[in-house]
């Protein structure tokens, strides 16, 4: 019989389902199944291997080597695909370039930087013969008391969906064949973050046509830009489980979007159906529920194999079901050349080189975003304090998914060079500038709370701040405080480190703060009393050296909030787009507008906005922004619109373009933005996405705020 899955001449398609009639039903149910070698004895993954598994996670260098060829030497030889969790970077290999996490690289609103952190994430995850990451994360986070927020785009559909496009293009490069070039992987489909009180892998209290108006958006454009997988996310919608969920699934993902690579659950899902949401029995009826959804590879839940066998044996389970799974996880195969070249090549000696260095560097500095400035920066001071448990916290600067962060931030692991804090990069940079360097950590971000039963080390920074011209204060949150199970009820600062600001302005010494933070924090009082904010979320290898650089100025902060700040936990959700209606538009204890806003963000110039035009016809709009400053800079022109009267409630303002444009020192440039009707469109109760004739505002300007946008009306 003509092999044809041998045949390299055919394409992915022909051969992939060649190799699929040539299948037992084990072999079948072993390809969709995908297990963790962290979790199991060496002996126990050869024998999954020798059984034809489709996929492990979470294993390296010559112990991928070594199951590779076991799974060469089976009955058809279909190879393995090796995934890894590459978050923000290759983070998990102790020697690899660590970026920015999402959120933070997402105040960067930079496509072009987003897409080499992947692309530079491929080649050293491809170095490492692995195949896959699981990456992007397209949830949005508008509910900042989640623990995963860190690892968001934010709180946004459209910016979401466009850094997730550009992160997907990097990952995947121009063919998934290349030697640097991985699997991305869209996830958590669907609405994830979206849980009930921000309680991770709850139920989601959003119907279908919510989803599509606000949670779908983002993994369609992923869809469109050829991302290989998607994951299915823990929780429910409606109480059903999202791994259940075959509307989902099936008839939106695979025949609406026209998504043609792989689905895989999240881990252990399908035992997870059984033992933790109990909508199935067994697991004959998780596995039964699962494929019958649309997941075509099964993570960690060991028990989908045998019941998958029994299903079909019993004939309670269409092996056509098996099949389609099956073909899409041959088809990637295929596509990535694994039948001719099993392990990745990438790029030899590319682990944290100099090219992948500068690449991070300039994310960072691009991620920092200046939220006040009463004109203490650039600092001018010659005695400076840094002061702060996050000053010098290199753990607390990376955030979690690191070699030494993650799962738990205590495993014996110690960072590796190169990498800056805020401290160090106050420091290297001193002598530029002519500035002395004093440090004191002050507190601890979990230790009291209370000022009077401040130790040593709150009374030894006190002092010296006394001592200083100005001080640079480091706070905000710690890897214990983010992450999988970390969900927050209480956004405050925690410890002493209220105390410390109060204490040390108290002093009457210029204060900058800086926030090293997974997350938004609820900061009103040192936002009001502080002379310079600075958010540098988790900042990466050289986030601190970014902060450093825009405190004195080295660089022009250029970054702009992708998420709201809430002024207290009880005023969450403060997201910019929510609906209109609530009556008095505020809670009667707090003023009505967040702290901070989405798109948000200062320079070391300004920009003034005039001349909007809007072509409805032709949906163009053009503005025109002047740096009127003496520093050159780089400004995200951001484009809004509202509907004015609508069929169903619409957002009070909506994202649909923007651009960072580099505007030199009194240069004036006009930015134009193709747009299309469809941007206008809004979803209708049964699910159909519509444009409506009638009124609309299209607005152009610095962020969502309304004082700082220009508008123009229109009608469709």
Known sequence: MNEIYKDKTKSANERAKDLLSRMTVPEKAAQMLQLPYSKMPRENAISWAEKGLGSFLHVLGDDARELQQTALKTR?????????????????????????????????????????????????????????????????????????????????PYLAGELGVSIIKGYQGDSLSSEESILACAKHYLGYGEAVGARDSCDTEMTFRKAREVFLPPFKKAAEAGCATFMTAYGSIDSSPFTASE??????????????????????????????????????EATYLAVKAGNDMIMTSEGF?????????????????????????????????????????????????????????????????????????PIKSKRIAVIGPNADDIRAQYGDWTYFTHPEPDNGSEPKRPYCTVLEGMRELAGEYGAEIFYSKGCSVLGKDDAELADADFKEAVKLAGECDAVVLVVGDVIEQTGETKDRADLSLSGAQNALFKQIKGLGKP???VLVSSKPLCIPEIAEDTDALLIAFNGGMFGGLAA???????????????????????????????LPGWHGGKYMDLPGEALFTFGEGLAYTEYEYSGIEFDEKNFVLSVNVKNTGNMDGAETVQVYYRDLVSSVLTPVLQLIAFEKVKIGAGETKTVTFQLKKDDFALVTPDERRVVEP????????????????LKVEFVI
């Not at 690579?261 to 059984?274: I, P």
């Not at 899409?328 to 090549?345: V, Y």
């Not at 992948?356 to 991620?367: D, Q």
């Not at 009638?694 to 946008?709: I, N, P, R, Y």
Request: aromatic share 8%.
């Open 76 to 156: 058809l030889g279909i190879p393995v695909i090796f995934g890894i969790d590459a978050i923000h970077g290759h983070g998990l290999n102790d020697t690899a370039t660590i970026f920015p996490s999402q959120l933070a690289a997402a105040c960067s609103w930079n496509r072009e930087l987003i897409e080499q952190m992947g692309r530079v994430t491929a080649r050293e995850v491809a170095t490492d013969g692995l195949h896959w990451t699981f990456s992007p994360v397209l949830c949005l986070g508008r509910d900042a008391r989640w623990g995963r927020v860190n690892e968001t785009f934010g709180e946004d």
């Open 247 to 284: 509307k989902a699934l099936r008839h939106i993902l695979k025949d609406e979007f026209g998504f043609e690579g792989f689905v895989v659950t999240d881990w252990d899902n399908v035992t997870s159906l059984v033992t933790n949401q109990h909508v199935a029995a067994d697991m004959k």
């Open 305 to 377: 194999y045998n019941a998958a066998i029994k299903l079909i044996e019993e004939k309670k389970l269409d092996e056509k079901l098996l099949d389609d799974a099956v073909l899409r996880i041959l088809r990637i195969k295929f596509q990535m050349g694994l039948f001719e070249q099993s392990e990745k090549k990438g790029k030899p000696g590319c682990f944290g080189c100099e090219e992948h260095l500068e690449i991070n560097k300039e994310l960072a500095r691009e991620s920092v975003v200046l939220l006040k400035n009463n004109g203490i920066l």
């Open 511 to 513: 204060v900058v703060t």
């Open 548 to 578: 450093a650089e825009a405190i004195y100025g080295k660089i022009n902060p250029s970054g702009r909030l992708p998420i709201s700040f809430p002024r207290h936990s009880g005023q969450i959700p403060v997201y910019y787009n929510s």
């Open 694 to 709: 009638g009124a609309f505002e299209v607005m152009a300007g610095h962020c969502a705020k309304a004082e700082s946008l």
